[in-house]
């Protein structure tokens, strides 16, 4: 049997109990004889401080060692005035439930203040990523205002030269007049294919854009002092067959043709520059000229190269390798065909492969083994190379393959063939393959001085880059306008992919990311710019560019894009006809005899969907008419409001203003004036202004009765109102009391009867009136008010003491008796100051 452990014992058995824990935030409960006594004192004086005496057990346990518990009790509670002290040295709580509840209180409070910071940083950096974002969009939308997105402000658009002797900014210049002819040629191929897309399809159809275009370059040669811009039409030209950019095969035939029928033009050139050398003879056939050529080529080395393989004195594969750079592919199989026994020397497999090739056989199996002698002559090296006969070096062409063109045309064939090439186990090339390499390749490659832009633009183009090329070219200054005319007749042809949502692209570049690997054209802005830069000199071509923005090209089967285009469009129009506001000639007018006259825009008004005189009005004369009233442009609001017949909303503009215009002059009034200084204060309100517009719309109004008609009732009374008040206080500041008196109580605002019973009915009046008025009680209340006292006062001034005197005089108490039970009925509408100053008039009339 186990002896007892004495309480020693049992004290350090507890303490190892403990020896595990490391943590210093628990303290170690030591409850010594001095606590036990603090806390038993504590116990004691609780109880007593609430009325309760010590436990029985307690007694009982006291008792048997011989304690008076009375004596006891009074002791330790005069003794637990101790305890209202605090200690100098700190304490730990004995009590683990007082101690776990207080660990759980700090708890809550850290993670509510941790929440609290936590939300305060969210809150920060959201609201300073909220502001960048701010001011970016404010930031793009400013300089689409000023249009000076890469430098194209409107000198840069509308100048023909520019004089880099000047030293002076565009952006210094002045807001130059479209007097230049060639703005003013392509202006004008504008205004006639909009005339042609309002006119009947057919009309459309037999317009050619791609014509105007061409004539307006062509009269334009002196100013542009380039003829490859005229290169660059024939190049489109070629494009104007196809049906989009998704067919890449249709877009590299297009591009093959043009660089072929330039190589043909080059051939008629150099045979008719160097007659006698060529000595094709009168009417040359195809072959005659090719070999004229070849002769004035060959001439220039003095002999045919040796390298050359040659058959009476002909260079056979210089001339088929032309035959197929020209295009002439029916030629160079019957040329394959009579020199075929010539031809099967060297080469035994090439005219079955080349018949095979040009009929698109997918058959083609025969590869003759690329070697160092089979590739002497250049020339056969090519040919072999564009027809897929293997992998032919770059070297072996070096010679033949030396302008841009000619490489340019030697990728395209490839890829023009990449079926039937790919049929003989020749590497595919592909069109992207090739985009990729040209932008790799970037400008200076191809224009290492900067003399030459429109080469790489034609590259560009070639490729099928149409986005890359236009946004190219506009960096050119003085192939700006070009530039915008090209990407017009893209557009036309539905080249061009445009974003479908708004577009964040930088500012130095109207290219916009997409998804895939083409960039996007952002084609809106470069019309709204090219627009804006007309605008303040031609705003009608200005309109003709901005209907553009709806060519059906832009959006074929894509509805959500054509609604977008449509909305662009509005917004840009609405834009110029605020800033010109010229209404009557681009929305029209109201003939004084009632009828309307059609404007300049209601011409074009298909062009923009819009088929009713309603939708007009909604679209555009009411959006514009917002604006202006938000503006506060009144005569331009009431114009168009009218225009839109929201004879209504006319009225309620005129109340507004009305309202507004005697609202701060009884601010001013408050701040202290005379009548001179009130009087100066309405002319510069232009209080006299709104007061005559006003009073000329009713009267417009009233003589018309189908307008009439259609008025609101409550509308013309407030307009009447608020002008009846305004000839109050006129007559007020002119002193003439008694004919203000007259007009204030006419309006029956106020209950000027002398009858205090009808203050009441007058009060709940208040509440239907228009907030314009209700607005204004104040200035109404006082300046009646005063009316009376100064009315009074000159009445009790008078020397004479008749009956009429005294009787005006109790009338004139009992109107501002009424004004007083009035005002008292209506306090929460007027300040309190307004009551000091009508009981001081009160009291001095009473």
């Not at 006292?789 to 004479?800: D, I, M, V």
Request: charged share 25%; hydrophobic share 40%; net charge negative.
């Amino acid at each position: 049997m186990s002896q007892p452990l004495s309480l020693s014992a049992l004290l350090e058995e507890s303490k190892r109990l403990t020896t595990h824990l490391t943590s210093a935030e628990i303290p170690s409960v030591q409850r010594g004889i001095d606590l036990l006594e603090a806390e038993s004192r504590k116990l004691v004086a609780r109880s007593v401080r609430n009325g309760r005496s010590l436990d029985p057990r307690g007694q009982a346990l006291l008792a048997s060692s011989g304690v008076d518990t009375d004596e006891f009790t009074e002791s330790t509670a005069s003794a637990a005035l101790l305890s209202a002290f605090e200690m100098l040295q700190p304490t730990y709580d004995a009590n683990v439930e007082s101690f776990l509840s207080q660990q759980q209180e700090q708890s809550i409070i850290n993670a509510i203040e941790e929440s609290e910071l936590s939300t305060l940083d969210d809150f920060d950096r959201h609201m300073t990523m909220h502001m960048q974002q701010v001011w970016e969009d404010t930031q793009r939308r400013l300089f689409e205002e000023l249009g000076q997105y890469q430098g194209m402000d409107s000198k840069m658009f509308l100048s023909d030269t520019h004089d880099s002797q000047s030293g002076a900014s565009a952006f210094d210049a002045p807001a130059m007049k479209v007097s230049q002819p060639r703005v003013e040629r392509y202006s004008q191929v504008v205004r006639k294919l909009n005339d042609a897309r309002v006119a009947a399809p057919a009309a459309l159809s037999q317009f050619s854009l791609l014509a105007g275009l061409e004539k307006a370059t062509a009269e334009s040669s002196q100013e542009l002092k380039s003829k490859q811009v005229a290169q660059v039409w024939k190049l489109l030209a070629h494009y104007s067959r196809l049906r989009g950019p998704q067919d890449p095969r249709e877009l590299v035939a297009g591009a093959c043709g043009y660089l072929e029928e330039t190589f043909v033009e080059h051939i008629d050139r150099v045979v008719a520059q160097y007659p006698h050398d060529a000595n094709v003879g009168g009417i040359p056939s195809v072959h005659r000229k090719i070999q004229g050529y070849l002769r004035v080529q060959f001439g220039r080395l003095g002999r045919v190269p040796a390298f050359l393989e040659v058959f009476n004195d002909e260079a056979i594969w210089a001339h088929m390798y032309t035959l197929y750079r020209c295009g002439y592919t029916e030629e160079l199989l019957k040329y394959a065909l009579e020199m075929e026994d010539i031809i099967t020397d060297s080469d035994p497999g090439f005219v079955a492969h080349l018949k095979a090739f040009l009929d698109k056989s997918p058959s083609i199996r025969s590869e003759i083994p690329v070697t160092a002698s089979s590739l002497e002559d250049p020339f056969k090296a090519t040919l072999y190379k564009v027809l897929g006969r293997g992998n032919v070096p770059k070297k072996a062409t070096a010679e033949v393959i030396q302008t841009t063109e000619d490489y340019m045309w030697s990728n395209l064939a490839l890829i023009r063939e990449a079926d039937t090439i790919v049929a003989a186990g020749h590497p595919r090339s592909t069109l992207e393959s090739l985009q990729s390499l040209m932008l790799k390749f970037g400008p200076t490659h191809f224009d290492p001085n900067g003399n030459n832009p429109l080469l790489y633009f034609r590259v560009l183009l070639l490729c099928g880059l149409f986005e890359n090329a236009i946004d190219y070219l506009l960096q050119i200054d003085r192939f700006q306008i070009e530039a915008v005319h090209m990407a017009i007749l893209l557009a036309q042809y539905g080249l061009l992919r445009i974003p479908h949502s708004e577009p964040s692209g930088s500012f130095s570049s109207y290219l916009v990311a997409d998804s895939g690997d083409r960039a996007l054209l952002d084609f809106s802005r470069i019309i709204i710019h090219y627009a804006r830069a007309l605008s303040g000199n031609s705003a009608d071509d200005a309109i003709h560019y901005l209907l553009l923005l709806t060519l059906p090209s832009l959006s074929t089967g894509d509805e959500a894009l054509c609604t977008r285009q449509r909305n662009v469009c509005e917004q840009a129009i609405i834009r110029v006809l605020y800033e010109k506001q010229e209404y009557a000639h681009f929305l029209g007018d109201i003939q004084s005899d009632g009828t309307r006259k059609r404007g300049f825009l209601e011409h074009y008004l298909p062009l923009l969907c819009i088929t009713t005189n309603e939708q007009f009005s909604q679209t555009i004369i009411r959006r514009l008419a917002d604006r202006s009233r938000d503006e506060g442009r009144l005569a331009d609001t009431v114009l168009l409001y009218n225009l839109g017949e929201r004879y209504n909303t006319v009225l309620n503009v005129l109340c507004k203003q009305l309202g507004e215009v005697l609202y701060l002059r009884s601010q001013y009034s408050a701040a202290g004036s005379n009548k001179d200084g009130a009087g100066a204060f309405a002319e510069s309100m232009g209080l006299d202004d709104i007061e005559g517009v006003s009073r000329a719309v009713l009267e417009h109004y009233r003589q018309r009765e189908h307008i009439a008609r259609v008025l609101d009732d409550r509308a013309v009374s407030t307009c009447n109102a608020l002008l009846a008040v305004i000839d109050f206080l006129n007559c007020y500041q002119r002193g003439a009391y008694e004919d203000a008196l007259e007009l204030i109580e006419s309006t029956q605002l106020l209950p000027l009867s002398g009858d205090v019973s009808t203050a009441t009915q007058h009060a709940e009046r208040v509440r239907s009136l228009d907030d314009s008025i209700t607005r204004n009680f104040s200035l109404i209340l006082l300046t009646a008010m005063d009316t009376l006292s100064r009315l009074y006062a000159g009445l009790k001034e008078s020397p004479f003491l008749d009956a009429i005197k005294q009787a005006n005089m109790l009338q004139l108490r009992r109107k501002a008796r009424g004004l007083m039970v009035f005002a008292g009925m209506i306090q929460f509408r007027m300040p309190s100051e307004t009551y000091a100053k009508l009981n001081r008039m009160d009291v001095f009339m009473n």
